[in-house]
């Protein structure tokens, strides 16, 4: 599906929220890969003390295989992530990826953004909320069946 969302679609959605929430969204996710990191780190410290202190102390063994269990749940998310990240991406359009990259990874400001892929103001906001909501729905981050949408997929019409 490398096509935008029409005008009459994206009207459903509040640009602010969801910019606001897949914000929050990149967040949350690169928060998680520095956790992980940093249990990363810290089981390999356990790991070396635990090697000296095996025989004294089976707490550590304890201590050790609780940061794995929760180290795996983080690497987990951030597997499931990547994976849904990986095939938004071969369905955005080559300006949605530009959008993504210098909007969402970036942060740039939208002039430099509308500059850079040379769109007006009024095609350059349809393809950034277009991008926007297909972030929001595939991470479910808004409800996916607005009433115009169900309107559109409705069997009884």
């Not at 089981?43 to 102390?57: I, V």
């Amino acid at each position: 599906m490398r096509v935008e969302f029409r005008k009459k679609y994206l009207d459903e959605y509040d640009l602010k929220s969801i910019v606001r929430a897949v914000y929050n969204l990149f967040d949350d996710y690169y928060y998680k890969k520095a956790v992980a990191q940093e249990y990363l780190e810290s089981l390999q410290q356990h790991r070396l003390s635990d090697d000296r202190e095996y025989s004294k102390n089976h707490k550590k063994v304890d201590s050790t295989y609780k940061i794995v269990e929760k180290r795996e749940k983080v690497v987990n998310y951030l597997k499931e992530f990547d994976r849904k990240l990986e095939h938004l991406l071969t369905n955005l359009t080559d300006d949605e990826i530009k959008i993504y990259k210098y909007s969402i990874l970036a942060r740039e400001q939208d002039k430099q953004i509308r500059d850079r892929i040379c769109k007006t103001d009024k095609t350059y906001y349809l393809i950034k909320k277009s991008c926007y909501v297909k972030f929001a729905l595939r991470f479910s981050l808004v409800d996916g069946f607005t009433k115009e949408v169900f309107a559109t997929i409705s069997l009884f019409d």
